[in-house]
């Protein structure tokens, strides 16, 4: 039996609440799919500053060292950017494809929400985030700076990986780019270069304010959208109003070989932690690329139906009830008819 070696870093705030419930949904998942996940619990964020006085502990990484992959639940800041930094998780992969039965709950107009299935291709360990940066000292004229660099290198290693997604889906790219005031990062140039082994992939350069809103606008255009650190982070959050919460989706950060940490998009809502009531689907979705990026296709498959199945349902935890019709249920209610509906679900296979 194919056993994989997982580390859970739950973090902060609904961090393990979420954690505790996509793990108890995966370890149902593997016996009823014939593979098994051994997991390691480590400290990251907050929990992991009180006790070693830094965000991302040595013990943590050594930990996460020839793992086969990091469910990650939620930190406010502290340790994630060390985190993806050091296993050079450059590739973050966020999929946007709103469920028929929340369309009500999308900020956009329920006509323009057919077909659209976006996926965001974010660069996650350059640019703003980690290029030079300080602040003056001088308290009487005080200032400060974070620089905004990348190599070609980098963005060309980050389009190979957006055109090859395109190309395994419907052929088109997005570039989102800021070119007519930030000239030195030519994005366009670059990745054109790139898609020269790309043929078939059209690409679609655009302003990075344009496409912002494009996406409010029109989303059904999209298909792949390629962008550095921060454009991607601001993007990406749109893709939460237009699938009618962030506590839907989910993400993979993935390095050259593969090695990737899996986490929500979403953050550690402070206001809602400790009460039980936080929405799973966010790290269940990313317990679902993190099935894809195993070859468990089958068990991913499977995991994404049944939510929608819950989802048609009526079930729905806190963040999306809004009608009476609607059955809520906390983060372990949600989980246990989960749960069930998976073996019901297999049952009927
Ligand atoms: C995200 C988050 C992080 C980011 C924060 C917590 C540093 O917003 O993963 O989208 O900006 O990358
Ligand atoms: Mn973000």
New binding site residues.
């Given amino acids: 039996m194919q056993e994989y070696r997982l580390v859970a870093l739950p973090g902060e705030g609904v961090g393990p609440e979420v954690v505790e419930a996509a793990l108890a949904v995966l370890a149902h998942l593997a016996t009823l799919h014939g593979f098994s996940v051994r997991v390691t619990h480590g400290l990251v964020g907050e929990p992991a500053v009180q006790q070693f006085g830094t965000g991302f502990p040595e013990a943590t990484a050594r930990l996460c060292e020839g793992a086969d992959g990091i469910l990650f639940g939620?930190?406010?800041?502290a340790g994630?950017?060390e985190l993806?930094k050091q296993f050079d998780l450059f590739a973050?992969l966020?999929p946007v494809r709103p469920v028929k039965s929340l369309r009500h709950r999308s900020s956009i107009k329920p006509e323009k929400l057919d077909g659209v299935d976006i996926l965001f291709v974010?660069e996650?360990v350059s640019g703003i985030?980690f290029g030079p940066s300080g602040r003056g000292v001088d308290e009487t004229a005080p200032y400060g700076f974070h620089t905004m660099q990348y190599a070609d290198s980098e963005i060309r290693r980050i389009a190979r990986v957006a055109l090859q997604q395109a190309q395994q889906r419907r052929k088109k790219l997005a570039i989102a780019h800021k070119e007519n005031a930030l000239p030195c990062l030519p994005w366009t140039r670059l990745v054109q270069e790139e898609a020269a082994a790309f043929p078939d992939v059209a690409l679609v350069p655009m302003l990075v304010d344009n496409l912002a809103m494009q996406l409010v606008m029109n989303p059904q255009q999209f298909d792949v959208i390629l962008a550095g650190?921060?454009f991607?982070?601001i993007l990406?959050?749109i893709g939460g109003a237009i699938a009618g919460s962030i506590g839907l989706l989910g993400?993979a950060s993935l390095n050259a070989d593969g090695f990737g940490l899996y986490?929500a998009?979403h953050?550690t809502a402070p206001d809602i932690a400790g009460k039980g009531i936080a929405n799973p689907m966010g790290t269940l979705a990313s317990v679902e690329l993190m099935l894809r990026q195993w070859d468990e296709g089958t068990a991913a498959a499977h995991l994404a139906i049944a939510q929608e199945q819950l989802l048609e349902a009526g079930y729905r935890t806190a963040d999306l009830v809004d009608s009476p019709e609607d059955r809520f249920v906390n983060t372990k209610a949600f989980t246990e008819q989960l749960i069930q509906q998976l073996t019901n679900s297999k049952a009927n296979q």
């Fill in positions: 939620a930190v406010s800041k994630l950017l993806r973050n966020r974010r996650l985030y650190n921060l991607g982070d990406s959050d993400s986490e998009i953050g």
